[in-house]
């Protein structure tokens, strides 16, 4: 693999996984590090997962649909064999976009705590 291929890749390990981590790296109190920047960290980590997810199941179900579309427009007569599980997966991807939204409200809970 080729150093322009892998760029992308290790860049957006950095920005889902390494900037959140040094946002908790720091004990509170310590060399003026306090809550809030417990919160940024926990706000970033949480819009790279809604952003993250939304990317690939925005991605998944274009490629899904478009699949579907040509294989019924090369066989219309297959047109219902392809639309159930068509529908069915966009439903699986669907609830992963939906769990990376659940997740980003856990991150922003994690760093509001009541009381």
């Not at 981590?21 to 920047?37: I, P």
């Not at 490629?63 to 007569?77: D, F, M, Q, T, Y």
């Not at 297959?78 to 409200?105: D, K, Y």
């Amino acid at each position: 693999m080729s150093t322009r291929k892998l760029a992308p890749a290790a860049l957006a390990f950095v920005a889902a996984f390494l900037v959140p981590l040094a946002a908790f790296a720091q004990e509170v109190g310590k060399m003026g590090a306090n809550k809030f920047d417990v919160k940024t960290g926990a706000a970033i980590g949480a819009g790279f997962a809604i952003g993250l997810g939304v990317l690939g199941g925005a991605m998944g179900q274009g490629r899904a649909a478009g699949a579907a579309l040509e294989g019924i427009s090369r066989n219309p007569g297959a047109a219902a064999r392809i639309q159930t599980p068509m529908i069915l997966g966009l439903a699986l991807i669907e609830s992963l976009v939906l769990l990376a939204f659940v997740i980003a409200f856990f991150l922003q809970g994690f760093a509001n705590p009541a009381g």
